[in-house]
């Protein structure tokens, strides 16, 4: 969790940011390296580059595990299974959380779950999203509790450590609208919405939010286990719903570009030494993934 101190600077340097004379420059260097590394880009088939063309228009793409058909998916499930009981629905004592995660200790008693999010397929597919290298920055294992609790990522937010953003969330149990699923405005209302508030970062509340979109226009997106939801976090305003029905068990896995905008935001779901210690079951090109600070 973040300090308050870490919370203080990270809004500060991404306020420097927004001067001209840091912010322009950064642009130009973005722009080439998009241009750089247009014929490096790995090819996808028909099926992944609709994948792509749906984030950039829309912002988002469902679909299963079975009609993905990663491989390991099986591995993961596996893993999946055995992890889920060992979630304990105990919270400390704030009163305004809202989710238990995996600890370290027990992704590291499951590496097939960071290994999943590793496969080439999914980074050919970000890379391609991004248009730029990917750093791959973890899997966050999490147990979204029944509580009446509105905070944090349960408000309307849009991520911002890059210009782009790619997750891929699987669902571990059936989530129906009860169930606290991922909530998301779609991407031409997002920017209008966006610009009336002139939004750059933050948490949103839904009462604000009402003020320029009918919840009419809010997509959940619903679906029985298995279900993946791969989103532009930094394109469209979304949150988790709360959940009233029954605890949301998912994964989370996390990717940005090796340039990010703000790398200070950036960080991996696991400590640097744990990172060491899977890394002989890494490919050089997964490596570059995992450690792309040490090469930037």
Not at 27 to 54: C, N, R
Not at 212 to 239: D, E, L, M, Q, W
Request: with cysteine; glycine share 4%; hydrophobic share 35%.
């Amino acid at each position: 969790m973040k300090t308050l101190a870490t919370q203080v600077r990270n809004k500060l340097l991404m306020n420097v940011y927004e001067f001209s004379l840091i912010k322009t420059p950064a642009e130009f260097a973005y722009q080439a390296a998009l241009a750089k590394h247009m014929s490096h880009l790995p090819i996808l088939s028909s099926t992944d580059q609709a994948i792509v063309e749906t984030l950039n228009n829309e912002g988002l793409f469902i679909t299963s595990l079975e009609e993905l058909s990663i491989p390991f998916t099986s591995e993961i499930l596996e893993a999946a299974k055995n992890l889920m009981p060992k979630i304990p629905r105990v919270l400390c004592d704030d009163e305004k959380e809202f989710v238990i995660h995996a600890t370290t200790q027990q992704i590291m008693e499951y590496p097939e779950i960071f290994l999943w999010g590793l496969q080439q397929r999914l980074l050919n597919i970000a890379e391609n999203y991004f248009g730029l290298p990917v750093a791959y920055h973890g899997a966050y294992f999490r147990r979204d509790l029944v509580n009446e609790v509105q905070n944090k990522s349960r408000l309307w937010h849009m991520d911002r450590e890059d210009r782009k953003l790619f997750k891929v969330i699987i669902y571990l149990n059936d989530i129906n609208d009860d169930g606290g699923p991922f909530q998301y405005i779609p991407k031409d209302i997002t920017s209008k919405v966006a610009d009336s508030l002139r939004y750059k970062s933050g948490y949103i509340r839904d009462e604000s939010i009402q003020r320029f979109v009918s919840p009419s226009n809010y997509k959940s997106c619903t679906g029985p286990s298995g279900t993946i939801v791969i989103a532009g976090t930094n394109s469209v305003f979304h949150r988790g719903k709360v959940p009233v029905a029954d605890d949301r068990f998912t994964i989370f896995f996390d990717y940005t570009s090796r340039q990010p905008k703000f790398p200070f935001y950036c960080k991996s779901s696991l400590p640097m030494e744990d990172l060491h210690s899977l890394s002989p079951m890494f490919s050089e090109h997964q490596k570059r993934c995992v450690f792309w600070r040490e090469e930037s």
